[in-house]
């Protein structure tokens, strides 16, 4: 098969020639995402990465896979495939470790279009550009590759990624009334594993992947520089648990049962502000992967 490399930096983006320009868009984002990581966050970028423009779960997987893992992936092919073609459809990007190497992978504009948007329509202010789409799911992945040597849990990992693309995109990527959810969702209890959340639906699936984005932002507005403290060095998740408790005054103990009508009193109070500015960014043009719903 013959493919197409886009270079930028230490980073490339893999692509079939008709990808060539949504590579071209992957490519301009990775910069700008992240000097925004090293900016917000303290991030640096990640030691060995490279980027797919991905057309199928299983070429993917495959392609990105260094040869030892390929042949790992194949011996072990059922323990790992039905998770993978469970995700497809709704997922608009991946996240693959192999050791310290990653591979992300975004599905093209044609793909996002004819994705299962099941998930997607509770979380995501609708984006009809495409080649904003892109630049959203470039970033959103390269913040999970950025902080991978951190092995943070699935509801930071994902709320630090959506926070992050508002800065980048520098306007309010996910749904307001997604704090909803937040409130009519029972029963209360703590997040997820990644694994967990590849067998949930709809709303719940939609939850799970918008409270951490939502405790993300109240830590900004009420604690700043905790996130970036934390994501210092590697801690815990236990760890992590008891200093976001400490900082928004919950007992540890009882933060998974009333956080989320925290986070609703706040924002019904305050109001969702607009995103932090992007400190200058243009808004222009094996672990398994995680639910990275389609917009």
Same mark, same amino acid.
């Given at each position: ?140 992945? &390269? ?5 991978? !040597? ?6 930071? %990992?994902? =709320? *630090?990624? $959506? ?99 925290? &986070? ?5 109070? !305050? ?6 500015? %992007?400190? =200058? *960014?243009? $808004? ?12």
């Amino acid at each position: 098969m013959t493919t197409v490399r886009v270079s930028v930096g230490r980073l490339s983006v893999e692509c079939e020639p008709e990808d060539e320009a949504t590579a071209h868009v992957m490519a301009e984002a990775c910069n700008e995402a992240l000097r925004l990581a090293k900016a917000s966050w303290g991030l640096g970028p990640p030691a060995d990465c490279r980027l797919y423009v991905m057309t199928s779960w299983r070429g993917f997987i495959f392609q990105s896979a260094p040869w030892p893992w390929r042949v790992m992936l194949a011996l072990n092919y059922p323990l790992w495939s039905g998770r993978a073609r469970r995700t497809w459809p709704y997922s608009a990007g991946w996240t693959q470790h192999y050791g310290r190497q990653i591979a992300i992978g975004i599905k093209p504009p044609l793909l996002l279009e004819t994705s299962d948007k099941s998930v997607g329509v509770h979380m995501f202010v609708e984006e009809k550009d495409p080649v904003a789409k892109i630049r959203h799911l470039t970033c959103h992945e &390269l913040i999970h590759a950025a902080s991978a !040597h951190l092995h943070l849990p699935a509801w930071l %990992n994902e =709320g *630090l990624a $959506a926070a992050s693309v508002d800065r980048f995109m520098g306007k309010p990527t996910i749904r307001e009334d997604s704090l909803g959810l937040l409130q009519r969702t029972q029963p209360k209890s703590a997040p997820p594993s990644y694994r967990a959340m590849s067998r949930l639906q709809g709303e719940t699936l939609a939850y799970h992947a918008v409270r951490g984005y939502w405790i993300v932002r109240l830590l900004e507005e009420t604690c700043p520089g905790v996130l970036r403290e934390l994501l210092s060095v590697r801690r815990t998740a236990k760890e992590i648990e008891r200093r976001v408790a400490d900082g928004l005054l919950i007992p540890p103990e009882r933060l998974w049962t009333e956080i989320d009508q925290v &986070l609703v009193d706040y924002f019904n109070r !305050h109001g969702p502000s607009a995103p932090q500015a %992007n400190n =200058g *960014l243009g $808004a222009s043009a094996l672990r398994h992967p995680g639910p990275h719903a389609s917009r």
